[in-house]
């Protein structure tokens, strides 16, 4: 048997396929029980999280397992496997070893060096023992796993090459001023109450927010974590709040991290627009970018609807805007927080939203409110400014970061580490709202630099693999080693009756001489070829020496397979020299 996966993650698909890939709950259980049904699979367990989906399984046949585990993880996913299969990654034996080994070490996170995946690697290993879908293979591999993780942290440096996905979340939403200058006396919304929106709540309490408001579904959990913030001895304020009441909390709070494993959007582009409408936003800016009032300043006498702006979607609007779309060959994304800003030699904004950014002075004197302005303007407005950002992209790309990097003051800033995503992707194009979700954090760590503790780490992971390797291939053997013994046990047992028989007259003293003289000699004979065999067998290629030793001693192959039954029916046996440590 061999180790496979097959799996797809943020380094192989996009964020959309990802997202629409990921599985429930109660999908991981039955994709589990439904890969031991297949054929080629004696074991398995699922690593999902919301950067990676990967399905581990014990083989007997290389391609056979390849199509049965592409074919469920399709099935249970719901993609279809034409479309799922560009995005596949395959690993098998060492190789599958290493990719798990670098994954627990961070090195294959989105954040390099994020510890949080031993806490997802430690759930999938639970989940295979609970579904009794983890054997010998998978629980070893799991196991060493933790460890090689947590030696890399304790050894190394790597926790400098990266910081959590929270954490560098909120740097791309403070852009270029420190995250503790950046947080210092804002209020923040937490959506969800997990493990990663409780580590949100805590890391947003370090960094000096004044107040935290933490949303769930279930009050209980909402309300113990407000509870153990408010302990926390940060000073942060902390409450709870049902999830009927966020729309409310919107328009006084400035930061907003959402990750719930909701399947359909928790904030839509129309609950952002209503609540920053109603906490008195108003556009004006002279730069091409978007200026946000402060809240409680007086709003104009008379607000104007800006000039063009056609609410009712005049169709010849539409129109045109296809065929802005088609000529850039780009429609709209749902991609990372920009600003929305004209490009130069494109056509003027279909509803008239450029007004306000081409000309200072009518930015300046005639601010105009959001309120009126419905969803449906500012999608057509967003998707004629994406027509000229493809424009801009089209240029050689001097950074990772968002367009937004320059950008004047933000009224709400949105971090949604979800997947499927919490909130609307179409929010970042209201003026004054920025968004920050899995896709931008992708782009914006490609170019983040790495620490020269990475190479000490993979230096590490390469020993772990070829020790883990070795234990495995010496693991494989041992089933034979003690068949051996047991036969010569046997022996020794059948000669100890045949002098009993030849020699009566032996007292009790003599006889136990005689019988523990003989498996002495016999202890010695086997000790040396036993030990050899063992380290042979741990060496690459060594996998021969079992049917070699199984030959040279004509051992009953029954008698091999049912040691091999025993030992693996107790995967937890300390007991046993070739378990991997």
Not at 239 to 250: C, Q, T, Y
Request: some cysteine; glycine content about 8%.
């Amino acid at each position: 048997m061999s180790l496979l996966v097959v799996g797809l993650s943020h380094r192989s698909a996009p964020v959309s396929v990802l997202e629409r890939a990921s599985l429930s709950a109660d999908a991981k259980v039955k994709l589990l029980h439904d890969t031991l049904a297949a054929e080629p699979a004696a074991e398995a367990t699922v690593l999902a999280t919301c950067n990676r989906i990967e399905l581990y399984a014990d083989v007997d046949k290389f391609h056979a397992g390849v199509a049965e585990l592409s074919t469920l993880l399709a099935q249970h996913s719901g993609v279809a496997l034409e479309e799922l299969t560009p995005y596949l990654y395959v690993h098998y034996e060492d190789r599958a070893v290493h990719h798990l080994f670098s994954v627990a070490c961070g090195l294959d996170s989105m954040v390099v060096g994020e510890g949080q995946i031993l806490g997802q690697i430690k759930d999938a290993l639970a989940l295979g023992q609970e579904q009794h879908t983890a054997g010998r293979l998978i629980n070893d591999l799991f196991q060493q796993a933790l460890r090689v993780g947590k030696r890399a942290h304790s050894e190394t440096g790597i926790d400098r090459a990266g910081q959590s996905l929270v954490t560098f979340g909120l740097e791309q939403l403070a852009v270029h001023v420190p995250v503790g200058e950046w947080a210092a006396g804002k209020r923040a919304l937490v959506i969800g109450a997990g493990s990663m929106s409780s580590l949100a709540a805590a890391t947003l309490a370090r960094v000096g927010v004044a107040e935290v408001v933490v949303a769930n579904r279930t009050a209980e959990r909402a309300e113990r974590l407000a509870e153990i913030l408010v302990a926390s001895g940060t000073g942060v304020a902390a409450r709870s709040l049902p999830m009927a009441a966020v729309a409310d909390e919107l328009t006084r709070v400035d930061v907003v991290v959402s990750c719930t494993g909701a399947t359909g959007l928790v904030l839509t582009a129309d609950d952002v627009l209503a609540a920053v409408s109603r906490a008195g936003l108003d556009v004006a800016d002279a730069a091409g970018a978007v200026r946000v009032t402060e809240r409680g300043s007086a709003p104009d006498p008379a607000p104007q609807t800006p000039a063009g702006l056609d609410v009712r979607l005049d169709p010849e609007v539409v129109a045109r805007l296809v065929a802005a779309a088609k000529a850039g060959g780009r429609l709209a994304d749902a991609g990372a927080a920009r600003t929305i800003s004209a490009a130069a030699g494109t056509d003027g904004c279909p509803v008239g939203l450029d007004d306000l950014a081409a000309d200072p002075a009518r930015s300046a004197n005639g601010r105009a409110a959001l309120t009126g302005v419905d969803a449906n303007a500012l999608e057509l407005h967003g998707t004629w400014a994406d027509q000229g950002e493809a424009a801009a992209q089209r240029q050689p790309r001097k950074s990772g970061r968002s367009q937004a990097d320059g950008a004047a003051p933000v009224r709400l800033a949105l971090l949604d580490l979800a997947m499927p995503r919490d909130i609307d992707a179409a929010v970042h194009r209201i003026p004054g709202v920025r968004l920050v979700d899995i896709e931008s954090l992708a782009e914006a760590s490609a170019d983040a630099p790495m620490a020269a503790d990475v190479d000490a780490v993979r230096g590490i992971v390469a020993e772990e693999v070829a020790a883990f390797g070795a234990a495995q291939r010496a693991a494989h053997i041992t089933p034979t080693v003690v068949a051996l013994r047991a036969m010569a046990a046997e022996v020794v047992a059948m000669e100890v009756a045949r002098l009993d028989g030849r020699l009566p007259d032996l007292d009790e003293r003599q006889r136990a001489e005689v019988t523990q003289t003989v498996r002495r000699v016999v202890d010695k004979l086997l000790h040396a070829p036993t030990v050899r065999v063992k380290q042979l067998a741990s060496e690459p290629g060594g996998a021969g020496y079992a049917d070699a030793l199984r030959e040279l001693f004509d051992l009953d192959p029954q008698t091999v397979a049912s040691v091999s039954r025993a030992d693996a029916a107790d995967p937890k046996n300390d007991d046993d020299p070739g378990r991997a440590s």
